[in-house]
């Protein structure tokens, strides 16, 4: 029997005039004899037998196999290792059970992934964009839920993310970035320890409940972005180490890894970039999740240690050359076939090349974490005392980009990096830092609602981690529920963060200037800790905007400044209003007249009012 003529790699159902069945395609370049075992054949192990197609590749059409039945490849490879096993699971199976004897078994999934998209949906542009950063294992509660925390509470899936959709709309939240969905092999995992990666996660609600959740996001114009993992595959994962029984010596992986040095990171061993089918196995992972799976954009963990063995910059030693070009060729891709979409960065490490075009010589990702952005706003919120504040350091990331443009890099205060409590060293949420024990201090409210402020008003992709915007607190841990108490207890804060929110996305027509790239930082204070800085697109009236930033304990009254337009300025916003907390001070903040006489190298001057670690935000009607 012939190999197969259709195409598409794993599990493949076809249906035509002729003929149904499922087309089987592994790469397995040195086996010396495939099968395919199921449901289908009573799991026979050598009952069908894949052929190969000359090219290290092995294919077979079965038209009894059907849709929903569970499989497995069995290869044979007499020069495999003692212990080798030869039952693998397919790289490219995207669904997966378990089959109640500890072990995982491939199921063949239907083709038709996705739903058709929402007619009129249409992607929020990267100005206009909100992030909202979710694990989905402990976000919120599904009552159906295989799995419990230490506390007793069900673990999470896509349909309780689902059920929590309209409140996020009316948080003003547009993007949602959800960690690694990729299956484990182990439950209670963050997801970047997997095994799997066309598969998603079983007890998310796998394909059905993702492709339900994007529908259901997509129908409030909220975009789904995905967490993917390419520099490594999970230590406890044995999927395809060894895959086909061969590896250039006993502790080194096979097919699908590096063979050398090179193979090691921090976490598993890591993919080699520069075999074609291992490229070519990578990227059909990124073009499922955008083509098939309706995602809006992909977050590339890591990509430090896809582009060089140490995640350093400055180090040609130890670069990866075909770690770059994968990112460069897999970017382009998207470019070419789904502009619009976004593809975002973890690098860490600020460098510009990561967000250059391909043309010229960089990674072509849309956007990267601005990892200086975080530290720097952290410092200034967690440090004790005042004098320890530094303004010229707050300004400097508040005015970054990266090669001119505002919106390559995406910034937070907050993400599962910075907040995970199995960090080294431990990290935890901004009111947890700010005073240890007393999150819900008023040292803690006012210096995260600040933060907050500068993460909304600079240039940038704000991101926000979930429960950030309830004055979550302590650390997050993959083990315990998210406590959405904190939502009822702290409602006051929440608004806080949704004004800040429709500001940035300019609901009233009178802030268009936070979503434009033009920044002049014209104050910074260092005495008083006070920074001021204009936001404009155009310019204008409804479009300048002015941020005031007070990071002192002292507030500030008739405190003179320069502003870029005469006449009327309005206050839009004052973070020490007591309708946020009972415990803020209302300080008075009054809407103010911009006269001739500048200063701070700006035209005109006015006088404002300021409460102490608070922040206002003024514009002019359009």
Known sequence: MPPSQRPFMGATPYQDVAASGVTFRVWAPFAADVFVAGTFNNWSS???????????????????????????FYLQNPQAPSGWQPWRMDPYARQIIRNGQGTLNGVIAANNEALADVPGYTMPNWNEMVIYEINVRTFVSDSGAAFTDPNGLKTGSFASIAAKLDYLQGLGV????????????????????????????????????????????????IAVIVDVVYNHLGADADTMWKFDGWSASPEFGGIYFYNDWRRETSWGDRFDYGRGEVRQYIRDNALRWLEQRYADGLRWDSVGSIRNVYDNNNDPAHDLNDGWSICQWINDLIDQRQGWKITIAEDLKDNEWITKSTGAGGT??????????????????????????????????????????????????????????????????????????????????KRSTLGAVALFTSPG?????????????????????????????????????????????????????????????????????????????????????????????????NYFLGLPRPGLWKVRFNSDWSGYDAYFGNWFSYDTTATSGGTDNLPYVANIGIGPYSAIILSQDA
């Open 174 to 221: 547009n993007a949602i970035e959800l960690m690694p969905l990729f299956e484990f092999d182990i439950p209670l995992d963050a997801g970047y320890n997997y095994a799997y990666m066309f598969a998603i996660e079983h007890e998310f609600g796998g394909p059905d409940g993702f492709r339900e959740l994007v529908h259901q996001a997509h129908q409030r114009g």
């Open 46 to 72: 050598d009952n069908d037998a894949l052929f190969s197609e000359g090219n290290d590749y092995w294919s077979v059409d079965i038209p009894n196999a059907l849709v929903g039945n569970q499989y497995l």
């Open 364 to 445: 072509g990702f849309g956007a990267q974490w601005g990892i200086s952005f975080f530290w720097k706003l952290h410092d200034a919120m967690t440090a004790q005392d005042d004098s320890a504040r530094d303004m010229q350091a707050v300004a400097f990331v508040i005015g970054q980009s990266y090669n001119q443009n505002a919106f390559q890099r995406v910034i937070y205060t907050e993400s599962h990096d910075s907040v995970d409590a199995t960090a080294n060293p431990p990290m935890a949420r901004v009111p947890e830092m700010i005073w240890p024990g007393k999150a819900d201090s008023w040292f803690s409210k």
């Open 461 to 557: 992709i704000p991101m926000l981690f979930m429960g950030q915007e309830f004055l979550a607190w302590g650390a997050w841990n993959v083990n315990y529920m998210m406590d959405w108490a904190h939502a009822w207890q702290f409602t006051g804060i929440t608004n806080l963060y949704r004004d800040l929110i429709h500001l940035r996305r300019n609901w009233f027509n009178n802030t268009r200037g936070l979503r434009g790239q033009n920044t002049n930082i014209f104050k910074v204070d260092n005495t008083s800790k006070v920074l001021a800085y204009h936001r404009w697109d155009q310019g204008g009236a409804g479009d300048d905007v002015v941020v005031i930033l007070n990071f002192g304990n002292q507030g500030c009254t």
